[in-house]
């Protein structure tokens, strides 16, 4: 995640398809599942989750369907990271606002 980096193991011949995720969408995604399933997933694992949503919404999935995740990651390398306030602000992805509704510069 946050790097244009493709492994050289990458056999695109086995890839049906891949679904792009912004890092802002995967590091709220693991934090939402942290915060509703109790599920502490990482950064990967989030963007798992926001691919298959995206998918899910163009209509790829029917009441037919049977889906499998894997999330690849746990959240404990992320600490200082998706679920720190002060980093998701730096990153520009956390407006953090004050009681009278002015953004707080960290």
Known sequence: MGKNLIPDA??????????????????????????????????TSGAVMQATEQYATMGMFDE??????IFPDHGSRYMNKIYS?????????????????KVVNL
């Open 64 to 69: 037919n369907s049977h889906v499998v995740l």
């Open 10 to 43: 990458t056999n695109f011949d086995l890839i049906d398809a891949f679904e792009k995720v912004t890092d802002k969408h995967a590091a709220f995604k693991a934090r939402e599942i942290v915060s509703k399933e109790g599920i502490f997933l990482g950064y």
């Open 85 to 101: 306030d002060v980093w998701m602000q730096e990153q520009g992805f956390l407006k953090l606002e004050n009681q009278e509704g």
